[in-house]
């Protein structure tokens, strides 16, 4: 890792949305030239040097990155043979086609937790919903096409049966957890590896998504290590190049289980801009730069509010609230640059820092009953 860095870079992102909006901003520090595929017109990154294109085509994913010096991803759901054939042009592709093929298929993302001694829960896997038998309550996950809670079903009681997704399908025993958590880890081409702080999650239960996040997590500094030793074990032995997000289940009886993994930058990661000494996207950058990583201490505790779409109204967004919002210290917004709202959409977020993590979180419920985002 000597050599001269010369920022003369192309990298191509696979994905146009809000998660390559804040890459985008992290590589102006950088000076690497970020270029976006998307297949909406108007995506959040259609702003910047931007194509229009099918992320399952062959060619399309090709035709976009033959000319890259590196290609990534925002989004795992994109063409794996596409990634193959730029990596026999000789473009570097990070995160490896082979850990993305891996993590779009939650089958065999839970396969290789079993093979890899990954702490996971019980699980089955059944060709079709019609052949399911696992005894009730359990969690159903297709096993393909799923994300932010899409494509997921909790099976709580018999009449639920009728509930069932259609399709190949992932089983596994509805676990009684105290907290989600999540660690997210960083893997450059050397061999570096860095995890940022672990942090909690609260969800939306109505949406399925996250409404909080904290950071720190609050709890012991034992479970931050096993949570750390897990993540870095998922990075080391899936051959992660980039940022990989580790969510993961707290038990009830202290024990830490993976749920999912997604590699790149991921929604438990947002507060790392305003909260931590490196941001997620920053460290993806330098990851895939093959740079070496940055400091992931937290600078000040923060929460993190999604900023979802109102359930009941569609249309041209607008945001009542923000002015108060921002006359308050330490809260960050974040639009995504996304002109139409529909119900649970996730439309932004808004980081808040503070000296102790009980004063953010009494901002950020302050900010929640503020700010609120509608379609007109």
């Keep these: 890792m000597n050599s001269i860095f010369s920022p003369n870079k192309t990298v191509g992102v696979l994905g146009g949305g809000q998660l390559g909006r804040m890459l985008y901003q992290a590589s102006i520090n950088l000076d690497v030239h970020l270029k976006f595929l998307d297949p909406d017109s108007n995506a959040p990154c259609s702003k910047y040097d931007f194509q229009q294109g099918d992320l399952n085509s062959v060619k399309d994913v090709f035709e976009f990155g033959k000319n890259c010096d590196i290609v990534t991803i925002e989004i795992e759901h994109v063409s794996v043979e596409g990634l193959r054939k730029l990596e026999a042009a000789g473009v570097k592709v990070f995160p490896t086609p082979d850990l993305i093929e ?35 309550p359990f969690v159903q996950k297709l096993r393909k096409g799923g994300y932010d809670g899409k494509g997921v079903a909790v099976i709580n009681q018999k009449d639920k049966l009728q509930n069932l997704l259609p399709g190949p399908t992932l089983v596994e025993e509805l676990v009684e957890f105290e907290m989600e958590v999540s660690v997210i880890v960083a893997r450059n081409t050397s061999g570096e590896i860095n995890t940022f702080p672990m942090v909690a999650m609260e969800f939306d239960p109505e949406a399925n998504l996250v409404e909080f996040l904290y950071s720190p997590s609050g709890y012991s500094s034992e479970v931050e290590k096993q949570g750390s030793l897990i993540a870095r074990s998922i990075a080391k032995k899936s051959d992660l190049v980039g940022v990989l997000a580790v969510e993961m289940f707290l038990t009830k009886d202290g024990d830490i289980l993976v749920n999912e993994i997604a590699p790149r930058p991921h929604n438990s990661g947002h507060q790392t801009i305003e909260g931590n000494i490196t941001s997620q996207y920053e460290q993806h950058l330098r990851s895939i730069l093959n740079l070496p990583l940055g400091e992931t201490d937290i600078i000040m505790p923060s929460v993190m509010l999604n900023l979802l779409g109102d359930k009941n109204s569609s249309g041209k967004v607008a945001y009542p609230g923000m002015d108060e919002v921002l006359k308050l210290k330490g809260v960050y917004p974040h639009l995504y640059g996304k002109s139409i709202s529909k119900p649970f959409r996730k439309m932004g977020h808004v980081t808040v820092i503070d000296e102790s993590l009980a004063k953010a979180k009494e901002k950020a419920l302050r900010v929640k009953k503020i700010l609120k985002v509608i379609g007109k």
């Design 102 to 136: 891996m993590v779009q298929d939650k089958g065999v993302q839970k396969d290789f937790y079993s093979a890899n001694n990954i702490p996971t829960s019980k699980y089955q896997l059944f060709d079709s919903e019609l052949k399911i038998d696992w005894p009730i």
